[in-house]
Each structure stands twice: as C-alpha cells, then as structure tokens.
T-cell receptor, first 114, second 112 residues
Framework: ETGVTQSPTHLIKTRGQQVTLRCSSQ?????VSWYQQALGQGPQFIFQ???????GRGNFPPRFSGLQFPNYSSELNVNALELDDSALYLC?????????????FGEGSRLTVL | AQRVTQPEKLLSVFKGAPVELKCNYS??????LFWYVQYSRQRLQLLLR??SRESIKGFTADLNKGETSFHLKKPFAQEEDSAMYYC??????????????FGQGTILTVHP
C-alpha cells in the first residue's frame, strides 16, 4: 500500500510569486485535505476535496486554491505569495468524506517565501 | 467556532512516571476528538480517537464534556513515547465538513 506522497519537499519563492504543491493520496483514498503548519503551531485546515470538488474550506483567502484529479491526486496553488505563507504544507487523505476522521498525512512541502 | 487548546508546549517526565497531556476544546455541537502523534523524522499519524475508547501503546484518553477536556494519559511513560502530540477536533456540517482543528501541540520528552 502506497502512502501519501508530496512534492516538492522544499522550495523557496519570493514575495508575489505563485507556487504549486502536489500530492498523491494513499491508494484507495478519494478525499484529500490540505493543511498549513506554521513554525511552532498545529496544522491549520485549508480545504478538502472529494470527487474533484471542494467540499470544505478553512479561513484562507481565495489566493489559496486547489484541484483534485480523477486519480485523486491533488494540487495546492498559492498566488501572490506573502512572507506569512512560509510554512509546512501538509496533504492528508482518507477513504471517503464523513468517515472516522482518521487522516493519513504526507511528509509535507516546506515553503519559504523571501 | 471550534478551538483546541493544549496549554503545555513542553512536558518532561522520567521513564516509568505517569504522564498526562492536557487538551481542552471549544465546540457548540457534539465533538469528535483525536490525538495525533509525530515521532522524530516520521509523519503525523493517528494515535487514538475518543469514539473507539481504546488504549493504544498504553495511552488512554477520556472525553469529559462537562470540563470540555480530552486529556491523554499513560501510567508509565517509556522513552519511545517522546514525540510531538496534537489534540484534534473534527467538525461536521457546512463548510467545516471533515475539517480537523488541531491544538498547538505538546512536545513530550521522556528521560531515561
């Protein structure tokens, strides 16, 4: 069974740029969620995708957007990067929306905005 | 709004001592609560959930709705328990559907 994989693991961008982070969900999982984890903080929910549609969103501005593909992989896009966007971005998958709540996390993509 | 508070950022105990990691929550509905753990150089993973009422690796957690708490306990800590622990609450309905709200985490260090 393949776990959740994310790419890239590390990247550096400058303010105002755009970034795309990628995630392959665990085999058999059709729901993907994204979390932002700032240094010293717990993960914060960005949004969730189920069957290629966003079906839950946290308190993040519209410049944070996502996609889910037919194979259940997902992308997180952030436009007009700000310094405060520097964080670890975690992708998590689970078997279906509304299940037990257990999430399977990737190792994250660490974004640094200069 | 839902909120999870873990008042201790750091907790140190000696091997064999009891350990309790505190978690308090704020939620208007019926909560589902979890403890997630991240061991060194590993990814975040589920430790236990209150619905299952199970003991995992010797850890238990009881949901106290009166005190809005979900403290994680283990009677005899082991060195391999050293890790970052996150308490999390699962939302339901509306735009919070499926969302997990995490606390800030507690770093547990068990000394030999």
């Amino acid at each position: 069974e393949t776990g959740v994989t994310q790419s890239p693991t590390h990247l550096i961008k400058t303010r105002g740029q755009q970034v795309t982070l990628r995630c392959s969900s665990q085999s058999g999982h059709n729901t993907v969620s994204w979390y932002q984890q700032a240094l010293g903080q717990g993960p914060q929910f960005i949004f969730q995708y189920y069957r290629e549609e966003e079906n839950g969103r946290g308190n993040f501005p519209p410049r944070f957007s996502g996609l889910q593909f037919p194979n259940y992989s997902s992308e997180l896009n952030v436009n007009a990067l700000e310094l405060d966007d520097s964080a670890l971005y975690l992708c998590a998958s689970r078997s279906k929306a509304g299940d037990t709540g257990e999430l399977f996390f990737g190792e994250g993509s660490r974004l640094t905005v200069l | 709004a839902q909120r999870v508070t873990q008042p201790e950022k750091l907790l140190s105990v000696f091997k064999g001592a009891p350990v309790e990691l505190k978690c308090n929550y704020s939620y208007s509905g019926s909560p589902e609560l979890f403890w997630y753990v991240q061991y060194s150089r590993q990814r975040l993973q589920l430790l236990l959930r209150h619905i299952s009422r199970e003991s995992i690796k010797g850890f238990t957690a009881d949901l106290n709705k009166g005190e809005t708490s979900f403290h994680l306990k283990k009677p005899f800590a082991q060195e391999e328990d050293s890790a970052m622990y996150y308490c999390a609450l699962k939302g339901a309905g509306g735009t919070s559907y499926g969302k997990l709200t995490f606390g800030q985490g507690t770093i547990l260090t068990v000394h030999p």
